[in-house]
């Protein structure tokens, strides 16, 4: 991604997108009952709220009525299908991470099949995006929390520290590249989740064989344990690496996810927010709820002189179902330099094919 004299300058920028994380899977309602809806009402209202506040993304997992993050596809759809009654223009991304949650107390946080997160592609009604997390990752999500950032939740009970410091997102190619095409087949952006460069270039790859045709569209997400450190360097070295074509959205937590999106405004990036990401304001004084670090990000881009996107402006700049019909014109489309023939081109396609 290249910074031309200019870049930073408002006018020469998309208008900001905002995903909002509202739904957090890793806590339970204990941990911030003022702000973590169980009931399916609440859920769709919490969208709704997310929405009015500025967000135009939605980072969507479900709850069962005990509380705990749901495994079941039919909760997708009933969440689904309620969000888009009530917000039909929001973007719903689906959290690819279905099962991102311990099953009982002490239990080891556990991934599903790989056939059962192919079902992804078959949710109804379908969502806009589905988050795809290319190969196989450590995700500590404690490992770079401070200790403030976890007291008195159930983050810093014994059994759920060990399950969500030992988490592992498996994604081989057997299981990314096919998932990709169902989604694709289905008309589902693939929303790419990238932990550091060499996910990134394994995408990169994936286009340049034919498997995904469209929009580059991703999150970088820099929150330690296995994934990028949230700092100038790491995101640099990372923004050096990507097209000009891309929409990228800067992803970290605790009380990193402030700063770490106001870089992302002042580039001309886009941001994240929610519970799912951070608890706190940053002095650690007390919790903020998703929507007030929504309107805390809104405030900020427009003193940046950085307007918030529509929901109509947001989905033109996701490219929401978009889809190329050649290698040739992806590339083009997300500003990669063309094929070079001769380079392992006639073995690279026979395996696209």
């Known amino acids: 991604m290249n910074f031309l004299d200019g870049s930073l300058f408002p006018e020469n920028q998309d208008k900001l997108v905002i995903t909002a994380a509202p739904y957090g899977p890793e806590w339970i309602p204990s941990d911030f009952p003022e702000d973590i809806p169980v009931t399916m009402e609440a859920q769709v209202q919490k969208a709704v709220d997310c929405y009015n506040a500025g967000a135009t993304v939605l980072h969507l997992h479900v709850r069962e009525l005990d509380g705990r993050g749901s495994k079941r596809l039919s909760m997708f759809n009933e969440l689904i299908a309620g969000v888009r009654k009530a917000v039909p223009e929001m973007i719903i991304q689906v959290g690819g991470s279905i099962s991102f949650a311990p099953e009982s107390e002490g239990a080891a946080a556990k991934w599903l099949s790989d056939d059962t997160r192919h079902m992804l592609a078959e949710l109804e009604p379908k969502p806009d995006q589905v988050t795809v997390t290319v190969n196989t990752t450590q995700m500590n999500v404690v490992e770079q929390m401070d200790v403030r950032d976890i007291a008195g939740t159930s983050l810093a009970e014994p059994d759920g520290f060990r399950a969500y410091s030992n988490m592992i997102v498996p994604s081989s190619p057997n299981f990314f590249e096919e998932h990709v095409r169902r989604l694709t087949k289905a008309g589902i952006q693939s929303a790419f989740q990238f932990y550091n460069v060499n996910s990134y270039e394994t995408v990169e790859r994936l286009i340049r064989r034919g498997i995904y045709k469209g929009p580059l569209v991703c999150n970088w997400v820099a929150i330690g344990g296995g994934m990028d450190q949230p700092t100038i360097y790491s995101l640099a070295n990372f923004l050096r690496a990507i097209p ?86 992806t590339l083009a489309a997300n500003g990669y330099a063309p094929n070079a023939a001769g380079r392992q081109q006639g073995h690279l396609r026979k395996a696209a094919a």
């Not at 990193?256 to 886009?270: Q, R, S, V």
Request: proline fraction near 1%; charged fraction near 20%.
């Open 244 to 329: 000009d074509g891309t929409m990228l959205t800067v992803e970290s937590s605790m009380l990193n996810t402030l700063p770490i999106n106001m870089m992302g405004i002042a580039m001309g990036l886009h941001v994240r927010c929610g519970i799912e990401d951070n608890l706190w304001n940053q002095t650690r004084t007390g919790k903020m709820t998703t929507v007030q670090q929504i309107e805390q990000l809104v405030r900020i881009s427009r003193e940046f002189g950085r307007e918030v996107a529509s929901a109509k402006e947001a989905r033109a700049i996701c490219k929401i179902g978009v889809f190329y019909d050649s290698v040739e014109q």
